[in-house]
């Protein structure tokens, strides 16, 4: 348990920027030190609950009901109604749709599909390029596919590929909060209204950035929905295990209970929410992987045999 005075935990994390350019450092290092289960503090007013355990941490999932999870970039428009951000009954439903997706057989389906990704994406790789970069193309290709297919095949958004740019920007969303004292404070005290009170020029260009990528993947997703609404009309229903098709099927079988414009932008949050946590954190331990057997051969040896 730690009680942090006066917001004692912002300034650390304002000097662990600075020093370590990383605002969890003090964080890490603790945790070192002493393995720790939960640990509670807070921040300001609010009290703060970090969870270590994996087995405690899924009890927590499963019981959405007494606690509010932190949106550390405090935007409402890419992630909030993502499963990632989403509390309660709204996460308990989206968990109960896409579930099954995430089965063993369902997985191993996409295998074929993954494959080819990365023997397309392997022959790209050359001396030159960024062995990370390219990685992250490859991971969040196979996410791209696995929820649109090949409709947005290629789509660039900003002169940059999907994946990367969904990547980079709620990073800069997420970093933009420790470049300015007064975003930081202003975000603590305003949550997810502080983008519009005030905004910073920075701001200002991270929410045009926002607005390019929603109204890009929005067009796609309304033509997915009238192909849809056609084939149910003509009884033309087709098993579909693509993520767009069955968030859009749900809310047509549901008789539209959600106006389509919250239905839509529920999906696009979805999308860009199994984006970033599917396309980073994969290719950062791809890459991990890769510098392992690099240094270790007689592991790929027997890896092989």
């Given at each position: 348990?730690?009680?942090?005075?006066?917001?004692?935990?912002?300034?650390?994390?304002?000097?662990?920027?600075?020093?370590?350019?990383?605002?969890?450092?003090?964080?890490?290092?603790?945790y070192?030190?002493?393995?720790?289960?939960?640990?509670?503090?807070?921040?300001?007013?609010?009290?703060?609950?970090?969870?270590?355990?994996?087995?405690?941490?899924?009890?927590?999932?499963?019981?959405?009901?007494?606690?509010?999870?932190?949106?550390n970039?405090?935007?409402?428009?890419?992630?909030?109604?993502?499963?990632?951000?989403?509390?309660?009954?709204?996460?308990?439903?989206?968990r109960?749709?896409?579930?099954?997706?995430?089965?063993?057989?369902?997985?191993?389906?996409?295998?074929?599909?993954?494959?080819?990704?990365?023997?397309?994406?392997?022959?790209?790789?050359?001396?030159?390029?960024?062995?990370?970069?390219?990685?992250?193309?490859?991971?969040?290709?196979?996410?791209?596919?696995?929820?649109?297919?090949?409709?947005?095949?290629?789509?660039?958004?900003?002169?940059?590929?999907?994946?990367?740019?969904?990547?980079?920007?709620?990073?800069?969303?997420?970093?933009?909060?420790?470049?300015?004292?007064?975003?930081?404070i202003?975000?603590?005290?305003?949550?997810?209204?502080?983008?519009?009170?005030?905004?910073?020029?920075?701001?200002?260009?991270?929410?045009?950035?926002?607005?390019?990528?929603?109204?890009?993947?929005?067009?796609?997703?309304?033509?997915?929905?009238?192909?849809?609404?056609?084939?149910?009309?003509?009884?033309?229903?087709?098993?579909?295990?693509?993520?767009?098709?069955?968030?859009?099927?749900?809310?047509?079988?549901?008789?539209?209970?959600?106006?389509?414009?919250?239905a839509?932008?529920?999906?696009?949050?979805?999308?860009?929410?199994?984006?970033?946590?599917?396309?980073?954190?994969?290719?950062?331990?791809?890459?991990?992987?890769?510098?392992?057997?690099?240094?270790?051969?007689?592991?790929?040896?027997?890896i092989?045999?």
């Open positions: 348990m730690q009680y942090n005075f006066l917001g004692r935990d912002i300034w650390k994390r304002l000097r662990d920027l600075k020093i370590f350019n990383d605002i969890f450092w003090s964080d890490k290092e603790e070192k030190r002493l393995p720790y289960k939960f640990k509670v503090s807070n921040s300001f007013w609010k009290i703060q609950i970090q969870v270590a355990d994996p087995e405690y941490y899924k009890q927590i999932l499963h019981n959405p009901h007494y606690y509010e999870k932190a949106n970039i405090a935007d409402k428009h890419l992630l909030q109604k993502g499963l990632v951000f989403e509390t309660r009954d709204q996460w308990k439903a989206q109960n749709i896409l579930a099954d997706q995430f089965q063993y057989q369902q997985l191993t389906s996409r295998l074929p599909m993954i494959n080819k990704i990365i023997l397309d994406g392997i022959t790209k790789i050359g001396s030159a390029n960024n062995l990370f970069e390219q990685l992250e193309l490859m991971t969040g290709k196979v996410v791209i596919q696995s929820f649109f297919g090949d409709s947005i095949d290629g789509l660039k958004v900003n002169n940059k590929d999907l994946q990367v740019e969904v990547t980079e920007l709620i990073n800069d969303m997420g970093e933009s909060r420790f470049k300015s004292k007064y975003v930081f202003k975000r603590l005290l305003l949550g997810t209204w502080a983008w519009n009170i005030f905004p910073t020029q920075e701001e200002m260009m991270i929410q045009q950035r926002v607005f390019q990528l929603k109204t890009m993947i929005e067009k796609v997703i309304r033509k997915r929905l009238i192909e849809l609404r056609q084939r149910n009309k003509q009884n033309d229903q087709k098993d579909s295990n693509l993520f767009l098709d069955i968030l859009l099927n749900d809310y047509i079988k549901n008789d539209h209970k959600k106006q389509e414009s919250q839509i932008d529920e999906v696009i949050q979805q999308f860009i929410t199994l984006l970033f946590t599917g396309t980073d954190t994969t290719a950062v331990l791809s890459y991990h992987c890769l510098y392992y057997l690099s240094i270790h051969p007689e592991v790929q040896q027997e092989r045999d």
